[in-house]
T-cell receptor, first 111, second 116 residues
Framework: GDSVTQMEGPVTLSEEAFLTINCTYT??????LFWYVQYPGEGLQLLLK?????DKGSNKGFEATYRKETTSFHLEKGSVQVSDSAVYFC??????????FGTGTSLTVIP | DSGVTQTPKHLITATGQRVTLRCSPR?????VYWYQQSLDQGLQFLIQ???????AKGNILERFSAQQFPDLHSELNLSSLELGDSALYFC???????????????FGPGTRLTVL
């Protein structure tokens, strides 16, 4: 069945460091891929998405590229800020199917 | 603000009791999803409704049930509550079914359930 595996945390970085959170997926067809972010005490918010191979989703300085050959959708940001501290979830959806979320990766950025 | 509303924000109850959580989707969204988020289990998909009909079931216990009403709001009923049911319960909505071009889910702020 479909599934998402993402890098375990927690991740702690200094401000302005480079961020990568790995995400790989298993799907039977051609899923859409998502990154959601959950700030402390809040619900999940869509950060970015990509709907087909080689698409790059981007938002707020974050980027992720849909790589079909490696079944990956890694999240990257060139220079993190304290305000990026949150839990990040990778997810996929496939036609007629439910959404599948990864376990979440907690990021803490220290000044 | 995602446009998805959930009530109540907090709920404290005792073991063996029954509670109802309510969700109003974004205007125009036909799909509603329920999730449970606990510290040890992460984000678990419970159930999905689309335009009033059940479309997908995840790890939902038999003690739990849900429905979506003609006005598209949804309720999640939790009965015979146990200590382990303490968690954050999120509702999400989307325009269409998963996999389409408009399948982005928008999450509500959640209901925090505490079972004592």
């Amino acid at each position: 069945g479909d599934s998402v595996t993402q890098m375990e945390g927690p991740v702690t970085l200094s401000e302005e460091a480079f961020l990568t959170i790995n995400c790989t997926y298993t799907a039977t067809g051609y899923p859409s891929l998502f990154w959601y972010v959950q700030y402390p005490g809040e619900g999940l918010q869509l950060l970015l998405k990509a709907t087909k191979a080689d698409d790059k989703g981007s938002n707020k300085g974050f980027e992720a590229t849909y790589r079909k050959e490696t079944t990956s959708f890694h999240l990257e940001k060139g220079s993190v800020q304290v305000s990026d501290s949150a839990v990040y979830f990778c997810a996929l959806s496939e036609a007629g199917n439910q959404f599948y979320f990864g376990t979440g990766t907690s990021l803490t950025v220290i000044p | 603000d995602s446009g998805v509303t959930q009530t109540p924000k907090h709920l404290i109850t005792a073991t063996g009791q029954r509670v109802t959580l309510r969700c109003s989707p974004r205007s125009g969204d036909l799909s509603v999803y329920w999730y449970q988020q606990s510290l040890d289990q992460g984000l678990q998909f419970l159930i999905q409704y689309y335009n009033g009909e059940e479309r997908a079931k995840g790890n939902i216990l038999e003690r739990f049930s849900a429905q979506q009403f003609p006005d598209l709001h949804s309720e999640l009923n939790l009965s015979s509550l146990e200590l382990g049911d303490s968690a954050l319960y999120f509702c999400a909505s989307s325009v269409a079914l998963a996999g389409g071009p408009s399948d982005t889910q928008y999450f509500g702020p959640g209901t925090r359930l505490t079972v004592l």
